[in-house]
């Protein structure tokens, strides 16, 4: 799996760093020994362990029972995913309370009819609205649902429901964790406060460097105001005020029709393939070579990106063994600075536009 921070938890030591007290430290590493931890097993006795510093806290009943919940949600949803890595993912946000008859329901299930004709699955809420048209176009076998729990009566599409692709979370923020952890692209349609509040933490994560970027998609009814309106608002209040930078409009394209928006996501991986920081550096993967002439380019255009020597191009470093699928692709190496980082976003744009090798 593609980490969604782009490599940056890859960064946590191997060894176990949280300890209680020797006796206690011995029989969790060998409990965990006999379980049969194979993968990552300092990592499972660091989860061990911060269960009993909880209950050393005398932590109360209630963050007990959202700590564990939380923790069940994400395992079970992380087991359901991990059956469908080799399938890249777009996600679709957009109101639930769409009718049918609506333009942008019909143009939502375009959407998602035309990403798996490219090879995409879809994750959607799991509701009707945009989410059921998405489902729709999708089909149930290429569809994901990531539903929540309300204190009204919230059933699932349809075309989700009763499929085992379907999640149930209690949380928010556990859902819009394997929103951001497990998808490619968004494709953002006219919604409520929940697609105002999931489109911009994707926005955020990808302006403050905690995910990785990826291509986010504005769509629309045909003739439809709704996202002019709102970039309206983001120019007026937001950057006139100096509350965003300008490259930050870079991270969300408005599309004009459902070909223009798949023809959007399908190049923003056309050369780039994905990233990974290893230590400071930057490594980019790309499906083909660039000339040297293109990465001369790169380095004029985006020298204010780098913090210390160039971008040169090579191949895989030691730390990306774990890796192995994506081993052989070309390298862009580069030391960067750590903010602004809608220029990452455009250099990405310049990656795909560069000529090969």
Not at 15 to 29: G, H, K, L, Y
Not at 43 to 62: H, N, P, S, Y
Not at 312 to 338: C, D, M, S, Y
Request: neutral net charge; proline residues 4%.
């Amino acid at each position: 799996m593609e980490d969604f921070t782009a490599g940056a938890t890859s960064n946590q030591p191997s060894r176990r760093q949280s300890a209680i007290e020797a006796p206690f430290d011995e029989r969790v590493r060998q409990l965990v020994a006999d379980w049969g931890a194979e993968k990552s097993p300092e990592l499972i006795e660091e989860l061990i362990v911060t269960a009993l510093k909880m209950a050393r806290d005398k932590m109360g009943t209630g963050d007990l029972k959202l700590m564990n919940r939380s923790l069940k949600e994400m395992r079970y949803a992380s087991k359901m995913f991990s059956e469908y890595r080799q399938h890249r993912k777009v996600c679709v946000f957009g109101s639930a309370r769409t009718p049918p008859s609506e333009a942008q329901y019909n143009v939502a299930e375009e959407f998602a009819r035309e990403m798996v004709r490219h090879n995409y699955m879809v994750i959607t809420g799991g509701g009707d609205g945009i989410m059921g048209a998405a489902q729709k176009g999708a089909g149930r076998e290429n569809s994901f649902g990531l539903n929540i729990r309300l204190p009204f009566e919230q059933h699932a599409n349809i075309t989700i429901e009763g499929d085992r692709k379907l999640v149930n979370f209690n949380y928010f923020f556990t859902r819009k964790l394997n929103f951001v952890k497990e998808t490619h692209a968004f494709a953002l349609f006219p919604g409520g406060f929940g697609t105002m509040d999931e489109g911009f933490e994707v926005l955020t994560l990808m302006q403050t460097g905690k995910a990785r970027i990826i291509p986010v998609v504005l769509l629309d009814r045909p003739g439809g105001a709704y996202w002019e309106t709102w970039i309206a608002f983001v120019k007026e209040q937001l950057f006139n005020f100096g509350y965003v930078n300008a490259e930050d409009f870079c991270f969300f394209k408005i599309m004009p029709d459902v070909p223009a928006a798949v023809a959007e996501i399908m190049h923003f991986y056309s050369v780039y393939q994905s990233s990974r920081w290893v230590g400071p550096e930057l490594v980019v993967r790309l499906a083909r070579q660039l000339s040297s002439g293109a990465i001369v380019k790169l380095n004029h255009a985006f020298a204010d990106v780098v913090r210390t020597g160039e971008i040169v191009q090579g191949n895989a470093l030691r730390q990306e063994k774990n890796e192995p699928e994506i081993w052989e692709l070309p390298r862009l190496i580069f030391t960067p600075h750590r903010q602004n980082f809608g220029r990452l976003r455009q250099l990405i744009d310049a990656i795909n536009a560069s000529e090969p090798a």
